[in-house]
């Protein structure tokens, strides 16, 4: 694929989004932006990474298509597989973990009847455990797109769920 078609995987806002980033960087120093490029790109394509995404961003950026791809399979809010609309994400770390997080998860599997990593048929959720999410004093907690939930509890829990569209 030549150049122009891989950046051109990347839409014109999110191009102009990433120049943001790239902005607020010296001269020369754009894999600066490489985080905030994958995100963007995440979003545009509903939540997910391909990669041919993922060689349009070390193309644009002027990276080693390796260095994107590190980034993306080290962090764990990239995804490389298509995701459910509501990305949950649980903490298990050790505060979360000693404040019941290990009940957090169980009342989300059996609502749900997925497991980690998994997708609900309907293709409205998918579980995802992370580390740490630094909000241990309201453990335990999740994140689902840019909001956290603390303090859980299963009642807690299933008003969220019918929350969600």
């Not at 980033?21 to 995100?39: C, D, E, I």
């Not at 390796?66 to 993306?72: D, G, K, L, P, T």
């Not at 997925?114 to 309201?138: M, P």
């Not at 335990?140 to 303090?151: A, I, K, R, S």
Request: aromatic share 8%.
């Amino acid at each position: 694929m030549s150049s122009d078609k891989k950046i051109n995987l990347l839409n014109t806002e999110s191009r102009a989004e990433i120049d943001k980033w790239v902005a607020k960087y010296p001269q020369g120093q754009q894999q600066s932006a490489l985080m905030s490029a994958l995100r963007i790109a995440q979003d545009q394509n509903g939540g997910w990474l391909t990669d041919a995404l993922m060689d349009a961003i070390a193309e644009y950026l002027q990276l080693d298509p390796i260095a994107v791809y590190e980034v993306a399979t080290f962090y764990s809010m990239y995804e490389l597989q298509p995701v459910g609309k509501h990305k949950i994400c649980v903490c298990t770390n050790i505060s979360c973990q000693l404040c019941g997080s290990d009940d957090v998860v169980a009342h989300l599997k059996k609502r749900l009847r997925i497991g980690f990593g998994d997708t609900t048929i309907d293709g409205r959720f998918t579980l995802k455990e992370v580390e740490c999410l630094g909000a241990c004093s309201g453990a335990p907690m999740l994140q689902v797109g840019n909001d956290y939930y603390e303090n859980l509890t299963p009642d807690k829990l299933d008003e969220l769920l019918e929350k969600l569209d």
